[in-house]
């Protein structure tokens, strides 16, 4: 079973430039989380998708960041314009209920700006 | 704003020894906790999950919760050098949302 796939891996971006995330849930999991995590603290839920449905985004921070999932399989994560407080990793898990809605993480996307 | 506190380490502990590592929460709608283990540079893996109160044992990892106190806990037997990562604790609501994330305890076992 293929896992949680995010690109890209790194990338670097000046403040006020925009920049965008990708990521492909396993196959079949209906949950698709998107989280920030700063160095040396926990992940941060950012948007919970069910389907291609908003769950929970009260922590986005939506005067920049925007995430769809259209068609309730692959989503993007955006942030416009990008700020230094931005620099993170961005993580992308999915689940489904067959699994006991364990979350499985995908390697994420170091965003770091300058 | 739903917190989830653990003592950020670092927690050192000798090869072969028990490593406990705690987690209080505020939220008292909380219905599913769960321990991850996050590697230097890597993505959080699940350990274990506990929904009742009481002990739930899985190999090595004992998760105990305690509802009434608002707190968890995982206890890593017969600890190795392999365990040396950081610990997040997690707890959502019954519906599988508000997931809220720990700051995570870092653990070293030395040999």
């Known amino acids: 079973e293929a896992g949680v796939a995010q690109s890209p891996r790194y990338k670097i971006i000046e403040k006020r430039q925009s920049v965008a995330f990708w990521c492909n849930p396993i196959s079949g999991h209906a949950t698709l989380y998107w989280y920030q995590q700063i160095l040396g603290q926990g992940p941060k839920l950012l948007i919970q998708?069910?389907?291609?449905?908003?769950?929970?985004d009260s922590q986005l921070p939506k005067d920049r960041f925007s995430a769809e999932r259209l068609k309730g399989v692959d989503s993007t994560l955006k942030i416009q314009p990008a700020k230094l407080e931005d620099s993170a990793v961005y993580l992308c898990?999915?689940?489904?209920?067959?699994?006991?809605?364990?979350?499985?993480f995908g390697p994420g996307t170091r965003l770091t700006v300058l | 704003q739903k917190e989830v506190e653990q003592n950020s380490g670092p927690l050192s502990v000798p090869e072969g020894a028990i490593a406990s590592l705690n987690c209080t929460y505020s939220?008292?709608?909380?219905?599913?906790f769960f321990w991850y283990r996050q590697y230097s540079g890597k993505s959080p893996e699940l350990i274990m999950f506990?929904?009742?109160?009481g002990d739930k044992e899985d190999g090595r990892f004992t998760a105990q919760l305690n509802k009434a106190s608002q707190y968890v806990s995982l206890l890593i037997r017969d600890s190795q050098p392999s365990d040396s990562a950081t610990y997040l604790c997690?707890?959502?609501?019954?519906?599988?949302?508000?997931?809220?994330f720990g700051p995570g305890t870092r653990l070293s076992v030395l040999p």
């Open positions: 997690a707890v959502n609501n019954n519906y599988g949302q508000n997931f809220v």
């Open positions: 898990a999915s689940s489904s209920v067959a699994a006991n809605n364990e979350q499985f």
């Open positions: 998708f069910q389907n291609n449905g908003v769950v929970d």
């Open positions: 506990i929904y009742s109160n």
């Open positions: 939220d008292r709608g909380s219905q599913s």
